[in-house]
């Protein structure tokens, strides 16, 4: 049994949950981690959480727990 994910204009077709992760997450400009779950877009930039954004010269960034 497959799903579809229509994201950004595009639909991708998948037949397990890991797949579409691997193929759909961002990727942390900073630590190169994967980001599945919470992550953190400054201007455009996907990051994996505060400390990564900071580390890349981003202000105001707060995590939230």
Same mark, same amino acid.
């Given at each position: 049994?497959?799903?579809?994910?229509?994201? =950004? &204009?595009?639909?991708?077709?998948? !037949?397990?949950?890991?797949?579409?992760? /691997?193929?759909?997450?961002? @990727?942390?400009?900073?630590?190169?981690? =994967? @980001?599945?779950? =919470? &992550?953190?877009?400054?201007?455009? =930039?996907?990051?994996? &959480?505060? /400390?990564?954004?900071?580390?890349?010269?981003?202000? &105001?960034? @707060? !995590? /939230?727990?």
């Amino acid at each position: 049994m497959s799903f579809e994910v229509h994201a =950004q &204009g595009a639909v991708h077709v998948f !037949d397990c949950f890991s797949c579409a992760i /691997h193929r759909m997450a961002p @990727i942390c400009e900073h630590c190169r981690v =994967q @980001i599945i779950g =919470q &992550g953190v877009e400054v201007e455009g =930039q996907w990051f994996c &959480g505060g /400390h990564c954004a900071r580390a890349e010269g981003k202000a &105001g960034i @707060i !995590d /939230h727990v």
